[in-house]
């Protein structure tokens, strides 16, 4: 079993920055895949980003390229989420997931991670 808990959420103005971290169990964290997603109410879940192979590999949405950086520290166990120029339409629910298994194709699909964090609220003003 994977604990997942997300934080760093919070409400900021349109153009400005939040870091959001997750903190993960689990003594194998360096050979899991992260993502993020990111859901509004009543919408699908979207992909964000991934990031696997201890951070060699990291792959984005389109929407999010050159705004938002994924990153990982294996001592602490973590991944981060570095999002700049945020935008009111990015007002969601973000999610940290792990595929603890390694079966991900895409990894942009939600049901191709294990697990998940609770969610943390990213609000952005206008």
């Known amino acids: 079993q994977v604990q997942l808990v997300e934080s760093g959420g919070g409400l900021v103005q349109a153009g400005g920055s939040l870091r959001l971290s997750c903190a993960a169990s689990?003594?194998?964290?360096?050979?899991?895949?992260m993502g993020w997603f990111r859901q509004a109410p009543g919408k699908e879940r979207d992909f964000i980003a991934v990031?696997?192979?201890?951070?060699?590999?990291?792959y984005y949405a389109d929407s999010v390229k050159g705004r938002i950086t994924i990153s990982r520290d294996n001592a602490k166990n973590t991944v981060y989420l570095q999002m700049n120029s945020l935008k009111p339409e990015e007002t969601d629910v973000y999610y940290c997931?792990?595929?603890?298994?390694?079966?991900?194709?895409?990894?942009?699909?939600?049901?191709?991670?294990?697990?998940w964090g609770q969610g943390t609220q990213v609000t952005v003003s206008s």
């Open positions: 997931a792990a595929d603890v298994v390694g079966a991900s194709r895409s990894y942009r699909m939600p049901d191709e991670y294990d697990y």
């Open positions: 689990g003594r194998t964290f360096s050979s899991y895949a």
């Open positions: 990031n696997r192979w201890s951070g060699v590999f990291t």
